[in-house]
């Protein structure tokens, strides 16, 4: 497994078409139990998957996120992408569009090299 997405239902879905597995969450409880046992279910010093992790978990590379989902992980999130570890983390709008007060990759882009085109 290269990819997994966490998010809305509706979401699940629509990746489960192109290949992509998932896993539906609806709260913050949710977001937190499903992230921590798909990032934390690989022990790489044992080099073995540990009982409660997600199946494939230690094979993926990227792991797609919700926006309101990266929101309710918050803090958890932030110490996971500075960490440097495998998966990457890629967030995207939900079903209801992008959340206020959010920039986009183009934004970010942007701020980052200083010129607007």
């Given amino acids: 497994m290269d990819y997994?997405?966490?998010?809305?239902p509706?979401?699940?879905?629509a990746f489960r078409f192109v290949g992509?597995?998932?896993?539906?969450?609806s709260s913050q409880?949710?977001?937190a139990a499903v992230f921590q046992k798909f990032t934390r279910g690989w022990d790489e010093t044992a080099g073995t998957v540990l009982p409660e992790a997600i199946p494939g978990a230690e094979n993926c590379r990227v792991l797609i996120l919700t926006e309101e989902t990266a929101g309710w992980l918050g803090e958890t999130l932030t110490e996971w992408q500075l960490?440097?570890?495998y998966p990457l983390v890629?967030?995207?709008?939900?079903t209801l569009g992008r959340l206020p007060g959010r920039k986009t990759l183009v934004d970010s882009?942007?701020?980052?090299?200083?010129v607007r085109v």
Avoid: H, K, N, Y
């Fill in 4 to 8: 997994f997405f966490i998010g809305d």
């Fill in 10 to 13: 509706e979401l699940v879905t």
């Fill in 20 to 25: 992509i597995q998932g896993q539906a969450v």
């Fill in 29 to 31: 409880d949710e977001a």
């Fill in 83 to 85: 960490s440097g570890s």
């Fill in 90 to 94: 890629v967030e995207i709008p939900g």
């Fill in 109 to 114: 882009i942007r701020e980052a090299i200083g």
